[in-house]
T-cell receptor
Framework: GQQVMQIPQYQHVQEGEDFTTYCNSS?????IQWYKQRPGGHPVFLIQ?????EVKKQKRLTFQFGEAKKNSSLHITATQTTDVGTYFC??????????????FGQGTILTVHP | GAVVSQHPSWVICKSGTSVKIECRSLDFQATTMFWYRQFPKQSLMLMATSNEGSKATYEQGVEKDKFLINHASLTLSTLTVTSAHPEDSSFYIC?????????????FGPGTRLTVL
């Protein structure tokens, strides 16, 4: 079945440093979505990328979708303590038995030291 | 944006009892809803796809007789954990697509934290 691998599992940074997490899917995706989950909370939708090679920005966050629609990355510039949390990518299956199903990556736990 | 609610937000029960979790789409209709489970410090794992008016589709390894899903209306899906055991303790989250024409954009409920003693 569809698998989505996400690295790194943990990332500790000093406030002001940059942060990047990467996702790679075993199959071509319809789209890829990114979520942030704070400790004790539920995943909160950040963004969705649909087009091959798409790049989207939200303030200090930059999201990329690979040309083959199988990989993606999230980059945070100049991290702040409010960025702390677990970042998940989730790939939406493009067809067959994976259609409409979100497969989540393992998540990257980000801690930011002030 | 679309809103999905879950009830209860947390529940503690004794081993062997059954627990029902509700997932509601508040301002839109959802013919399909998804149920996920998240163990501590792990990712979300899709358990099943709930389909209004028909049987749910379960992912491999998920016992359909233990996790009963009923999607009785276009705004409500329920997950019943039958004969719950401590290993069923987890965070259960539902999601619903924001439009019946596309499954692309999914909206997540706030989750239900189940603790089985």
């Amino acid at each position: 079945g569809q698998q989505v691998m996400q690295i790194p599992q943990y990332q500790h940074v000093q406030e002001g440093e940059d942060f990047t997490t990467y996702c790679n899917s075993s199959t071509t995706l319809s789209n890829i979505q990114w979520y942030k989950q704070r400790p004790g909370g539920h995943p909160v939708f950040l963004i969705q990328l649909v087009k091959s090679g798409e790049v989207k920005k939200q303030k200090r966050l930059t999201f990329q979708f690979g040309e083959a629609k199988k990989n993606s990355s999230l980059h945070i510039t100049a991290t702040q303590t409010t960025d702390v949390g677990t970042y998940f990518c989730a790939g939406l299956g493009a067809g067959g038995t994976s259609y409409g199903k979100l497969t989540f990556g393992q998540g990257t736990i980000l801690t930011v030291h002030p | 944006g679309a809103v999905v609610s879950q009830h209860p937000s947390w529940v503690i029960c004794k081993s062997g009892t059954s627990v029902k979790i509700e997932c509601r789409s508040l301002d839109f209709q959802a013919t399909t809803m998804f149920w996920y489970r998240q163990f501590p410090k792990q990712s979300l794992m899709l358990m099943a796809t709930s389909n209004e008016g028909s049987k749910a589709t379960y992912e491999q390894g998920v016992e359909k007789d233990k996790f009963l899903i009923n999607h009785a209306s276009l705004t409500l899906s329920t997950l019943t954990v039958t004969s719950a055991h401590p290993e069923d303790s987890s965070f259960y989250i539902c999601s619903a697509p924001g439009t019946t024409r596309s499954l692309d954009t999914q909206y997540f409920g706030p989750g239900t934290r189940l603790t089985v003693l």
